[in-house]
């Protein structure tokens, strides 16, 4: 018999035991800091960009030159010189004066905007006309505009992307402290389980779990040991348990969660460490497991492949995310809808129900996606799930609900 946790009481008990855990640091390169989480802030050490740089193809000037130009009444600014892109002007641009400076190039000193080259016309004797007026830092981009020194560029627990690896290498930063890859192990039990590349025989089913959970896992940017299929044997489990702890920070074991004679993940779990909790009232999901064993979280999740994934992502996946060092996308990504059909509910429990995104009357609404728990082909159909309260009969059609997006 399971004594049961409400889920705020489960989630209070993972995060009160392995909250303050987080995975050492290390130095890596940029590239290699991709999808990686940031484990040090990082502080502008110069200015960017680090000169007056033009925007655009076309001429340095004095704003105030140019103030009530036009086609019939031209600027007649003496011409100064040219820029070369990527060097810096040997020469200052005084009033009356103009100097022709490229996309992306240093504006000389005493400019203070640009002309457009189309804006301007060459008269062949040592001046140019600007047709078009500019106000002050018109199509120029000054120093320090995009950041100042000592400024703090990223925040530690930033999980790094692409822009900003752009950022760091616009800042001179060609290595950064993450945090290791939290390493968590996958193990998949039951007597009547065969690999992915295994035809099934009489009443075998593939090992689903542990290449869903190992997906789940490499998403959040895990370093994964799935250990594969274990059968229902106590020995054979506590050691694949053993060794897995050895090299993990984390572990899952799927299947084996309830309370049958073959259950073995509780028994193994209660021999080696301390078991925080067994049941959680959700539906699906209620055999969950939660031990400490060595300092380290084992959670037992149950062998339905849907129940297992609502359970991974209710109540392992805030706790990866935390332990990975991430606290910027520690939050789940949420949507409020309004629901298209009325969904009944009334287990005494916590109802998960996968719902998909639908069009209806011109709005978008969510409606249930119905699956058994050991059934899978509707996850493909699924953009996210509900929560519905222990002591909730159901949702009626137009009320609004929050979808946990997955």
């Known amino acids: 018999m399971l004594t049961v ?16 855990i987080t995975v050492p640091t ?28 033009s925007t655009v193809d076309g001429f340095a000037v004095k704003a105030s030159d140019t103030f009530g130009c036009s086609d019939s009444i031209p600027a007649i600014l003496d011409f100064k010189g ?22 992306g190039g240093e504006l000389p000193a005493g400019a203070d905007a640009m002309v457009m080259l189309e804006f301007s016309e060459d008269y062949g004797d040592g001046t140019r006309a600007m047709l078009k007026p500019s106000a002050p830092g018109q199509h120029v ?43 968590v192990s996958v193990i998949s039990t039951g007597d009547e389980l065969i690999d992915v590349t295994e035809n099934p025989v009489g009443a075998q089913i593939r090992d689903i779990n542990s290449y869903e ?23 054979l489990l506590e050691k694949a348990v053993t060794d897995a702890l050895e090299k993990s920070d984390m572990l899952i074991v799927s299947g084996g969660s309830s309370v049958g004679v073959k259950d073995a993940t509780f028994k193994v779990y209660d021999k080696l460490g301390n078991v ?7 539906k699906p999901g209620k055999p969950t497991i939660l031990a400490n064993i060595d300092g380290k979280p084992c959670f037992g ?39 298209a059909l009325s969904i009944p509910s009334n287990h005494g429990r916590e109802e998960c129900m996968g719902v998909r995104f639908v069009i209806k009357d011109g709005k978008e609404m969510v409606e249930p996606v119905y699956a058994k728990s050991g059934l899978v082909s509707n996850l493909s159909m699924i953009d996210g799930f509900i929560r519905i309260g222990r002591d909730c009969e159901g949702v009626s059609q137009g009320d609004e609900v929050e979808v946990e997006l997955f």
């Open 141 to 183: 981009t000054f120093r320090g505009d995009d950041v100042k020194v000592g400024q703090t560029v990223l925040k530690s627990g930033s999980r790094l992307s692409a822009r900003h690896v752009a950022a760091l290498a616009s800042l001179g930063y060609s290595k950064v402290k993450v945090y290791k890859k939290l390493v």
């Open 82 to 103: 040219e820029v070369l892109m990527g060097e810096s002007p040997t020469f200052a641009i005084d009033k009356d004066e103009c100097a022709y400076v490229p996309t």
């Open 26 to 53: 290390e130095e890596v390169s940029l590239l290699s800091s991709v999808g990686r989480v940031l484990a040090e802030d990082i502080l502008a050490n110069e200015d960017v960009p680090g000169f007056n740089r």
């Open 213 to 235: 959970l190992c997906g789940a896992l490499l998403e959040l940017g895990c370093e994964i040991n799935r250990v594969g299929i274990v059968i229902d044997e106590l020995p």
């Open 301 to 339: 999740l149950p062998g339905h492949p849907l129940a297992a994934f609502y359970v991974f992502n209710l109540f392992v996946k805030p706790l990866v995310i935390k332990m990975s060092g991430d606290l910027g996308t520690s939050k789940s990504l949420k949507k409020t809808l309004p629901v």
């Open 5 to 20: 946790k409400t889920s705020t009481e489960a989630e209070k008990i993972i995060f009160d035991t392995f909250g303050g």
């Open 276 to 282: 925080l909790f067994h049941g959680i009232a959700i």
